[in-house]
């Protein structure tokens, strides 16, 4: 990886932790930690669920893509690219599927999160004791790293996967 993406993670990284960390210290403790929940549902499931979706989708893609005559054309050209671009192809149907299953998943967890809290009365203007919002400002750090995982897990591994085919292309030629 070059050193502005390095950088540009970096900066990606501390902004979602500041930004959760203010977020922590208004919403407190329960909520930041109800937070963090709904997260760990939403990936956990989002994992398991798009490897079976994205396994069958990105084959299909693929097979679909080995039937145009430009691809063909490629292929007959540069033989040796065939296996990378068919797992770049892959890899990225992968990628975006993780994150349509995960962000769907979260918006409705956190849809009957609101729910719930809202029917047990719990209210978002209570008055925070200093250790619910110190603790909600550390859960918020936590909040804002677990979500930075996520996001970038997936995409640094996928834009490490484009480059090798990209220099494999520019060094190799096919």
């Known amino acids: 990886m070059s050193w502005i993406l390095t950088v540009g993670l970096f900066l990606l990284l501390a902004g979602i ?3 959760n960390v ?11 930690g109800i937070a963090i929940g709904v997260l760990l549902v939403s990936v956990i499931i989002s ?13 299909r893609v693929v097979d679909l893509l080995r039937e145009t005559e430009e691809m063909q054309a490629v292929f007959r050209d540069l033989p040796s690219l065939a296996p990378l671009i068919s797992a770049t192809v892959s890899t990225l149907i992968a990628v975006v599927i993780f994150f349509m299953i995960y962000y769907a998943l979260r918006g ?3 849809l009957i999160v609101m729910i719930v809290l809202r029917a047990t009365g719990f209210s978002k203007d209570e008055k925070r004791t200093g250790t619910d919002r110190l603790v ?3 859960l918020g750090a936590v909040l804002g790293v677990m979500i930075f995982c996520v ?13 090798d085919a990209l220099g494999a292309l520019l060094t190799k030629g096919g």
């Open 17 to 19: 932790v500041v930004i």
């Open 22 to 32: 203010f977020h922590g210290r208004k919403r407190g403790m329960v909520r930041t």
């Open 47 to 59: 994992v398991f669920v798009s490897r079976a979706v994205a396994s069958a989708a990105g084959g």
């Open 108 to 110: 409705i967890l956190n």
């Open 136 to 138: 909600g400002t550390l």
């Open 151 to 163: 996001i970038a897990m997936p995409t640094v591994g996928y834009l490490t996967l484009a480059d």
